[in-house]
């Protein structure tokens, strides 16, 4: 009975540690589940405010390169750089629990998309002066533009003006009729055309400086009363106005830019026929312009 008692004792005691070391694993095992669900929870919140934090500095990103238009297409390279890191780093996120690694990814991430906007801001400040330079220059180009288009119109009126006054004028046109005798050696002042043999036609070329001195044709047109110019050959023509016109007398003289006085004779061929009656119109020409005009009349 002793024995037996003995043995039953042994027994529970071995069934109490048995127990206590279940309970104490139980325990242990408790604590590691708490344990793991903490790292697992922890694990997740680490990874949720990455996965936050990547999309946050893409949507940054994809924000600038927006806002900068066709400036952020200089910098292509570094931002295919920047995609790249942000597929690895998401790739790593739905695989891996070493997020450790994945945070030194990221850090460089934010390096190179740090980096990105300043090179931007940079870009953008240069692109700003180099603009407000363009149209500082453009406004300086179209100031001397408008200044050498005035300066041109003055030039011209100038010019024109120039030419305007750059010009020849002949003054006090006076005709003489004369009757001549002794065979054309005597001259005798007339007014009557039975008795008018010959025209002396005399005018004063005035003084002008701005006239280049030169060789001057003088063309004279001597109008009768019916309006026909008396000419000495259907050769005698110069060009006036785009037209060919007849004259009467021509002159060559050597214009220096002072004044001159010029007369010239005109002597009628046919003695037998008188000159008509009524009133003449004498009108002086050179270099394409009329330069004078004066009358005398017939009785």
């Not at 190179?112 to 692109?127: C, K, R």
């Not at 002597?267 to 020409?285: L, N, Q």
């Amino acid at each position: 009975m002793e024995e037996k008692s003995s043995s039953n004792r042994k027994y529970i005691i071995i069934l109490a540690i048995l127990g206590i070391l279940i309970i104490v694993l139980l325990f242990w095992l408790f604590i590691q589940r708490s344990q793991l669900m903490k790292l697992v929870n922890a694990k997740e919140v680490e990874k949720t405010e990455l996965q936050r934090d990547l999309d946050s500095l893409m949507t940054e990103h994809n924000k600038i390169k927006v806002s900068f238009g066709a400036l952020s297409d200089s910098l292509s390279s570094k931002d295919s750089i920047i995609q790249q890191n942000a597929l690895e780093i998401q790739k790593l996120l739905n695989t891996e629990w070493e997020y450790n690694k994945i945070r030194k990814k990221f850090a460089m991430l934010q390096k190179v998309a740090q980096g990105y906007v300043h090179q931007m801001d940079s870009l953008y400040t240069i692109n700003r002066e180099l603009t407000n330079e363009n149209d500082r220059i453009r406004q300086v180009v179209k100031t001397e533009q408008n200044r050498n288009q005035n300066l041109m119109k003055d030039k011209e009126e100038l010019k024109e003006k120039m030419n305007q006054a750059a010009f020849i004028k002949a003054y006090n046109v006076t005709v003489t009729p004369f009757k001549l005798k002794s065979g054309g050696a005597k001259e005798i002042v007339t007014d009557k055309a039975t008795r008018t043999d010959r025209l002396r036609i005399c005018f004063t070329i005035g003084e002008n400086p701005l006239v280049a001195p030169a060789k001057k044709s003088i063309y004279i047109r001597i109008q009768r009363p019916d309006k026909v110019v008396v000419i000495k050959s259907k050769y005698d023509t110069f060009t006036f106005n785009g037209q060919t016109i007849p004259f009467s007398l021509r002159e060559d003289i050597d214009y220096q830019g002072k004044a001159m006085s010029v007369c010239v004779n005109w002597t009628k061929k046919d003695k037998e026929s008188p000159a008509m009656k009524g009133r003449y119109i004498v009108t002086v020409f050179t270099d394409d312009s009329e330069i004078g005009t004066g009358s005398f009349e017939l009785k």
